[in-house]
């Protein structure tokens, strides 16, 4: 983490709000295993759950602590679908494939669902979503996306007029929304966390501050970390926007883009529930969107303010402030009591990126936004590929991904680009 980076390490409402857990041991040493998993965030912790189920001898190596990077930090909001819709799916492979990539985003929610139940996982998981349009001409586009998942056989959307949506919000600045009773919200960290107890439950082993410095391929797989190694007949590699330079490859397919939070002062169950009466999570339209949701203490967490340049905010609080007033001027009083920050995983099309790097080393990335439900599936379809079963794994490995053009100006151009759809959302 370079010195800019270390403004987006403020301690987060989640990791204040954390359920206690046992503490996970620090790797070093030698020794072998059948799966060795790099990253302890929401990929790598469902495949090392499903392998471990199947009586893998599996070991998570995590370089900070469990859920440190993105699966820790972000909006906590349960999505339906894919990032870009399904036309890019479509586009690819065909109505009926694309169609199998739709049922495998709705097995991941029955997924996370099944989950928290069976592990007694304590993370305030909750149900409803509303998608929002700050903008009288997207109203149609929210039409379009309803009817886009009725193609699809998904039935759990209707559509909100602006005197509907001001019944349900505490806000005059959206123009429609649709309502969304199969998608949700949870506290991120929580959920992590019970992954992770869950893992070790089943006879795996998750390491802590065991941060990965070399992958080599090969039968065994060598992974080297600062204090040891591990030999391994599969390596699972899911570290995302974090994933640097052990696969170069992988790497120059996802982009790192910073994404902020705040949460509020415990603001009282009656004035929150003014705020969202449904208690739903709430995203808008725009490019540069803003999101937000109701914590179990009441409280407002409100994210958004995407950064391409790497570049963050000093003073995330004051910020990220206009932008909550801007959604509720009714909390211009209230005290930011908390406000954080973390890379999230993009990929040039926005589809997820999922494949192999040689023989015997999987990653899955760039969930795009989308990170909480998608992460969950994929980390199962590795596992299943680990187990011979490639059917699914196939199917997304053979999704076209190019790499981010600009080679190491492409911060740059990327944020340029990223330029032109924030004064978009500007213009009325």
Known sequence: MNAN????????????SANPTEPFGRFDGEIRADVCI????????????????????????????????????????????????????????????????????EEAKDLLRERVEEYTIDCDLKWGYL??????????????????????????????????LEGQLGSTIYHGATRDKG???????????????????????????????????GAPALVQTERGKVLADHVVVACNAYINNLLPGPHSRV????????????????????????????SDMGYVLDYFRLSADHRVLFGGRCSYSGIHPRDLASNMRPRLTRVF????????????????????????????????????????????????????????????????????????HAPFPGGPLRRPALAMGMLYYRLKDLLA
């Not at 070991?59 to 349960?78: C, M, P, Q």
């Not at 954080?340 to 969930?367: C, D």
């Open 255 to 282: 982009m790192p883009v910073g994404s902020y939070m705040i949460a509020t002062q415990p603001l009282g169950e009656n004035q929150a529930r003014a705020l969202i009466k449904g208690d739903e999570a709430v």
């Open 183 to 217: 998608a949700g919200h949870l506290h991120p960290l929580n959920y992590a966390l019970g992954l992770a107890d869950a893992v070790r439950s089943e006879g795996g082993t998750v390491y802590e501050n065991s941060r990965v410095t070399r992958i080599e391929p």
């Open 38 to 105: 790099v990253g302890a965030g929401f990929t790598g912790l469902s495949a090392a759950l499903e392998l471990a189920r199947a009586n893998y001898t599996v070991i998570v190596l995590e370089a900070g602590s469990v859920a440190w990077g993105a699966s820790g930090r972000n909006g906590g909001h349960v999505c339906t679908g894919y990032s870009p819709g399904m036309g890019k799916f479509e586009k690819q492979l065909g109505f009926d494939t694309a169609k199998k990539c739709f049922d495998v985003a």
């Open 329 to 400: 001027p009714q909390l211009k009083e209230a005290a930011i009591d908390y406000a954080w920050g973390g890379y999230i995983g993009i990929t040039y099309n926005r589809l997820p990126n999922i494949g192999r790097a040689g023989q015997n080393v999987y990653y899955a990335q760039g969930y795009s936004g989308q990170g909480v439900v998608l992460t969950g599936i994929f980390g199962k379809l590795m596992a299943e590929a680990i187990r011979g079963q490639v059917e699914r794994f196939d199917v997304f490995a053979k999704i076209r």
């Open 131 to 164: 998608l929002a349009a700050p903008k009288a001409s997207q109203t149609k586009h929210l039409e379009s996306y309803r009817d886009e998942l009725a193609r699809y056989g998904y039935s759990e959307i209707s559509l909100l007029s602006k005197d509907e």
């Open 5 to 16: 980076d270390q403004v987006l390490d403020a301690e987060s409402y989640y990791r204040a």
